[in-house]
């Protein structure tokens, strides 16, 4: 009887004929009994893909298949007690500047945009009366210290918005710090005091 050979990886004997398959991913005859499975590594480990595919065309799985370990989160802490806003004022004016202007003229006084670029901003000096400060119409969030002397509040208004006027209290006597106003281009807001 003669065998006849169906491809060149079939590699059929004539005394032992066995079964013939396709390979899945060369589509070539091959015989059925080298078929190997085609494995993949998937979630977190090794799996079928349902794929019989002859030796030399076999994948190897690639390991950055798999599902990383991740570390678990620190476990959190009960009743934390996180920094305030007015602890972190040092470090605002070193990263964005610190400015001290002088308001002990009587007169209202404009903030150039430069003077007004700055993370915090102390006005000194001797107060007589209330004054006011004109902000730039920029967006800013800075801390206003009115560190004046004579007890008169010093008023914040930003540039063509006259109806609308912040009062800026003298420095807490406690830290010497004051409050964190933020410029929003239309309006002004004490963020924290």
């Not at 990383?68 to 007015?86: A, E, G, M, W, Y």
Request: proline share 7%; with cysteine; hydrophobic share 35%.
């Amino acid at each position: 009887m003669k065998v006849r050979n169906h491809g060149k990886y079939t590699k059929m004997r004539l005394k032992d004929p066995r079964g013939i398959a396709r390979c899945d991913y060369s589509g070539l005859m091959v015989r059925h009994a080298d078929l190997k499975k085609q494995m993949q590594y998937r979630g977190t480990g090794l799996v079928w893909t349902g794929l019989m595919v002859a030796p030399q065309f076999e994948d190897l799985p690639n390991a950055q298949e798999l599902i990383p370990l991740i570390k678990l989160d620190p476990v959190p802490l009960n009743n934390p007690r996180p920094d305030s806003q007015i602890d972190a004022q040092p470090t605002i004016g070193s990263s964005t500047g610190e400015i001290s202007i002088d308001v002990s003229i009587s007169d209202n006084r404009s903030l150039t945009l430069s003077q007004f670029d700055n993370g915090i901003i102390n006005f000194i000096g001797d107060l007589i009366e209330r004054i006011i400060i004109i902000l730039p119409a920029s967006y800013n969030q800075f801390y206003a210290n009115n560190k004046t002397n004579g007890g008169f509040d010093i008023g914040l208004q930003i540039i063509g918005n006259p109806n609308f006027t912040l009062n800026v209290s003298p420095v807490n006597s406690i830290n010497g710090q004051g409050p964190m106003v933020v410029n929003t281009s239309l309006n002004l807001q004490i963020v924290y005091f």
